[in-house]
Structures are given as structure tokens and as C-alpha cells.
């Protein structure tokens, strides 16, 4: 019988260092997201049916951001993350991969089960591209059965009153 292998270990110093790598970028990105992003989109929501970015109207980029963007954003970021990690392990045939430290002690685990839990990690992201994909369907629906809401516009009185004296100027009497 082998000797069981393990894998390297983060030192104390390492460990602090990690967590507050995290803790300052979780920060950031909580910070940006409650005092920036959240209120534009709000902003944005509340009359999208009145906006148009670039040809497109302000209902459909909520549809299709909400049904596939945020899918399809997932699926890179899981992609990216564990699926690059999942390409090592199948390539090494381990798990963790050489080079990668944990947090605690951990066994070094080769063959079927680390092929499997490489394959798992590549394929983590399918679910989610999936989704996206049935999204944009579900989307597509919405938007056609949305249509263009100008009621709700906080001009509309002002451009439909402005509509009808040009009008009125146009008319022959």
C-alpha cells in the first residue's frame, strides 16, 4: 500500500492574506453595485418602455439582459473559473492539480474520480448556458407580447399636447 499524498497548504500569512483579497473586492463590488448600478437600473426600469440604447428599446434590453444576459454572464464566470481548473485536472489526472495549495489538508485523489470531478468542473457552466438559451426564447415572447407602453412616460402628456397644436397649426381654416 502507497503512502497517502497530500496537497500543499496555504501558511497562516497566506490564508490572511486571501481573506482580505476578498473581503476588499466583495466590498468594492457591493459597494458599486448599491450605490451605482442598482439605482441607474431602477432609474432605467421604471420608463424603459419609453427609452431606446442604440435602436433597441428599453423593455427589450431588460427582457433579454434579465432572461440571457445574467444567465449567460454566470456561465462565463463559472466557465472561466472551473472549467479552466477542470481542464488541469483531466490533463494532470488529480485532483487538486500540482501547483494549486488548499486550506486544509487535503488527499491527493487520481484516476476515475478525479476524471469525473474534472469533467463535473468543465461542464459546470451547460446548465447555465442552457438557460440563456431557453431565456432567449422566453424573452422574445415577452417582448413581442409587451409592446411599446408610452402612457407611463413622464413626458407623454407634454409630447401628445405638443402633437396636437402642431397638428392644429397644420389644419386648413
Not at 33 to 58: H, K, N, T, Y
Not at 64 to 84: D, E
Not at 97 to 119: H, I, L, N, S, Y
Request: glycine fraction near 12%; aromatic fraction near 10%; hydrophobic fraction near 45%.
Amino acid at each position: 500500500m502507497q503512502p497517502v499524498e497530500y496537497a500543499p497548504e496555504y501558511t497562516p500569512a497566506e490564508r490572511v492574506r486571501w481573506l482580505a483579497v476578498c473581503l476588499v473586492a466583495g466590498g468594492a463590488v457591493v459597494l458599486v453595485g448599491q450605490g451605482w448600478f442598482f439605482p441607474l437600473l431602477r432609474d432605467f426600469a421604471q420608463f424603459a418602455g419609453c427609452r431606446r440604447v442604440a435602436g433597441i428599446s428599453g423593455t427589450a434590453l431588460l427582457t433579454y439582459g434579465a432572461f440571457v444576459g445574467v444567465p449567460l454572464l454566470s456561465a462565463c464566470t463559472i466557465g472561466g473559473l472551473m472549467g479552466v481548473r477542470g481542464y488541469r485536472i483531466l490533463r494532470q489526472g488529480r485532483t487538486p492539480p500540482c501547483g494549486e495549495k488548499v486550506f486544509r489538508r487535503t488527499a491527493v485523489v487520481r484516476g476515475f474520480k478525479a476524471r469525473a470531478q474534472g469533467w463535473v468542473q468543465v461542464l459546470a457552466a451547460t446548465p447555465l448556458l442552457a438557460l440563456a438559451l431557453w431565456g432567449a426564447f422566453q424573452a422574445k415572447s415577452i417582448v413581442a407580447q409587451a409592446g411599446q407602453r408610452h402612457d407611463r412616460c413622464p413626458d407623454a402628456g407634454h409630447h401628445a399636447a405638443s402633437m396636437a397644436r402642431e397638428d392644429e397649426a397644420h389644419e386648413p381654416g
